[in-house]
C-alpha cells in the first residue's frame, strides 16, 4: 500500500489503508515515498505494517504525481506485490489509474469493502454504482497487482501498537526529470477554523433549504458545541453560501463520521455518496417525501428555524451536564 504525509505526519487516509490491508490476512507492505517517510517508518509499523519501504529521491520533494506514479512502478517491479491499495485522496484518485495503466492491469476505484474470494483468492471489491445508488462487486484478471483505490472512511483506524516489530527497507528508484509534466508554481494553504471534516466524528451539513449564507453561523455554533465540523451540499456552495472545501458528495469530499447531522439537506444520491460511510445520519427537513430520510438513523419533519435552535439550546445544556 501507499502512504500519503502531511505536514503533521500521517494522512488519516494512511490508518484506514494499513486496516484494511490487515483485513485481507496477508503481508502487509507499506511505501513511504519522500525525505520525511524516515520518521513515520515506527508509526507506520505500529499501525500495522509488516514492512516499511523508505523510497527517497529529490523529485518526489514537491510531491508530484508524475514523480510518484514513475516511483511507484518501480516499487511495483522490485517487490511484486499481489494488491496495491491507495486512498481516494486528490493525488491518489490519479495515482491509481495512472499505476495501473503503466503496469498493465486493472483498477477498482471508490471501493468501500475489500474480501478475498476463498476460490480464487483474488481481491472483491465493493464500490457505488449509478451515483451511489447502488453497490457493485468487482474482482480482477489473473494478474498482479490488482489495484484498489479506497474511499476515505470505509475502514476504521487500527489502535496503534508500539510493540509491533517490522522491518524497515531502503528502496532506490531514479526518476528521469521529462517524466515530470507539470509544473508545481504554488501551494496555497485553507487556513480553516476547528476540527477538518475528513478527521471530525461529528460532522453537520447545510444545504439549499437553509436558504442563505447566515444561517449557516448556527451550524457553526452547534459544531463548537458538540466539537465537529461543518459541512455543506454542493447546492449551498455553487450559490456561494460556503466555500466548495466545505463539500460534501460524489464531486466533493467523501467522510465517514460517526454521527452525521444534515440540515435542508434533499438527500440527492450524489451527496448520499459522500457520507455514505456515516455511523448515524440524523435529517431535519420540512419535506417529509426528502430523499434524505431514507438514509437517515433519525428523522426530524420540521422548519429548520423552529427546530434548530431548541435543538442546539438541548445539546448545549447536555454538554454542560
Known amino acids: 500500500m501507499v502512504a500519503e504525509l502531511s505536514d503533521d505526519g500521517f494522512s488519516v487516509i494512511v490508518g484506514e489503508l494499513l486496516a484494511a490491508a490487515r483485513s485481507l490476512d496477508g503481508r502487509v507492505s507499506l511505501a513511504l515515498l519522500g525525505e520525511s517517510g524516515e520518521s513515520a517508518s515506527d508509526n507506520a509499523i505500529a499501525l500495522g505494517a509488516d514492512v516499511v519501504y523508505l523510497v527517497q529521491e529529490p523529485l518526489l520533494a514537491d510531491g508530484s504525481v508524475d514523480a510518484q506514479v514513475s516511483a511507484l512502478e518501480q516499487v511495483c517491479d522490485d517487490i511484486s506485490p499481489s494488491v496495491v491499495l491507495i486512498g481516494k485522496t486528490l493525488a491518489g484518485r490519479d495515482i491509481g489509474p495512472r499505476l495501473a495503466f503503466r503496469l498493465g492491469v486493472g483498477v477498482a476505484q471508490d471501493c468501500v469493502d475489500l474480501q478475498i474470494d476463498p476460490e480464487t483468492n483474488r481481491v472483491v471489491a ?13 474482482t480482477f484478471a489473473n494478474i498482479d497487482p490488482q489495484i484498489v483505490v479506497l474511499r476515505p472512511g470505509a475502514y476504521d483506524q487500527i489502535e496503534a501498537d508500539i ?33 477538518r471534516m475528513e478527521d471530525a466524528s461529528i460532522v453537520i451539513s447545510g444545504g439549499r433549504g437553509l436558504g442563505g449564507k447566515d444561517p449557516f453561523k448556527k451550524l457553526e455554533e452547534l459544531a463548537e458545541i458538540l466539537g465537529g465540523a461543518v459541512g455543506a451540499s454542493r447546492a449551498a456552495c455553487d450559490a456561494g453560501w460556503m466555500d466548495h472545501g466545505y463539500q460534501v458528495g460524489l464531486t466533493g469530499k ?10 435542508g439537506i434533499s438527500g ?10 456515516a455511523r448515524s445520519i440524523v435529517a431535519v427537513n420540512k419535506d417529509q417525501d426528502a430523499n434524505i430520510f431514507t438514509d437517515a438513523t433519525y ?3 420540521g422548519d429548520w428555524q423552529n427546530v434548530l435552535p431548541e435543538f442546539i439550546e438541548t445539546v448545549r445544556e447536555l454538554v454542560k451536564s
Open 126 to 138: 465493493t464500490r457505488p454504482v449509478y451515483g451511489g445508488n447502488a453497490l457493485a462487486k468487482v
Open 163 to 195: 510493540s509491533r516489530k517490522g522491518e524497515v527497507v531502503r528502496l532506490p528508484v531514479v526518476i528521469d526529470p521529462s517524466v515530470i509534466k507539470v509544473k508545481h508554481v504554488e501551494t496555497v494553504l485553507h487556513q480553516g477554523e476547528g476540527v
Open 254 to 263: 467523501t467522510i465517514g463520521p460517526d454521527l452525521y447531522i444534515t440540515v
Open 268 to 277: 440527492a444520491s450524489q451527496h448520499m455518496a459522500g457520507c455514505s460511510g
Open 299 to 301: 428523522g426530524v419533519v
